[in-house]
């Protein structure tokens, strides 16, 4: 069965510091790996996608990385936000003539205190 | 710009009750996507449409049912609601299939008594 399984559930950082979440995924045949930002109230939105060939993507402060022979990947923060509070979610999509399906993590919840 | 537009954004039913949910997209995209998610899990797939007059089933599909007679509308229909069904459910769209980024609405929260 495809999981994705993230880590921490939560975590609690003060502002201007960085921080790591992990991903840790069984989908195969793997095609790409999303990371989300779904702020409280609101739908999630895209905020890096790698393929098998790519190990790092940034896209401001925030760094991604895949080590697709492990099946891990990483979202990186740095120098923390308050906007930054909100919950990440990693998704694993499947290749075509696989599962369409993609399998979404339960998230980790982000709180950056001042 | 409005994106994905979800309504309504609250409802509470009674059990037995049936309702319609809608979501409408004006990015032109061909797939629509209906998601619920409940607390402590991922969002989980409902059903999903891969153009217009399309519909197929998701990972959890039972109790709902789908239509996607225009290609920027997709609706979710509750027959008869459960109080398992209480969720908050999700709609996104996208341009293409795997490998193209999801858009989400805001959401609709759903309480069944």
């Known amino acids: 069965k495809n999981q994705v399984e993230q880590s921490p559930q939560s975590l609690i950082i003060l502002e201007g510091k960085n921080c790591t979440l992990q991903c840790n995924y069984t989908v195969s045949p793997f095609s790409n790996l999303r990371w989300y930002k779904q702020d409280t109230g609101r739908g999630p939105v895209s905020l890096t996608i790698m393929t098998f060939s790519e190990n790092t993507k940034s896209n401001g402060r925030y760094t991604a990385t895949l080590d697709a022979d492990t099946k891990q990947s990483s979202l990186h923060i740095t120098a923390s936000q308050l906007s930054d509070s909100a919950s990440y979610i990693c998704v694993v999509s499947a290749k075509p003539g696989g599962s369409y399906i993609p399998t979404f993590g339960r998230g980790t919840s982000l709180i950056v205190h001042p | 710009n409005a994106g994905v537009t979800q309504t309504p954004k609250f409802r509470v039913l009674k059990t037995g009750q049936s309702m319609t949910l809608l979501c409408a997209q004006d990015?032109?995209?061909?797939?629509m996507y209906w998601y619920r998610q409940d607390p402590g899990m991922g969002l989980r797939l409902i059903h999903y449409s891969v153009g217009e007059g399309t519909t197929a089933k998701g990972e959890v599909p039972d109790g709902y049912n789908v239509s996607r007679l225009k290609k920027q509308n997709f609706l979710l229909g509750l027959e008869s609601a459960a109080p398992s069904q209480t969720s908050v459910y999700f709609c996104a769209s996208s341009y293409g299939g795997v490998g193209q980024p999801q858009h989400f609405g805001d959401g609709t929260r759903l309480s069944i008594l």
């Open positions: 990015m032109n995209h061909e797939y």
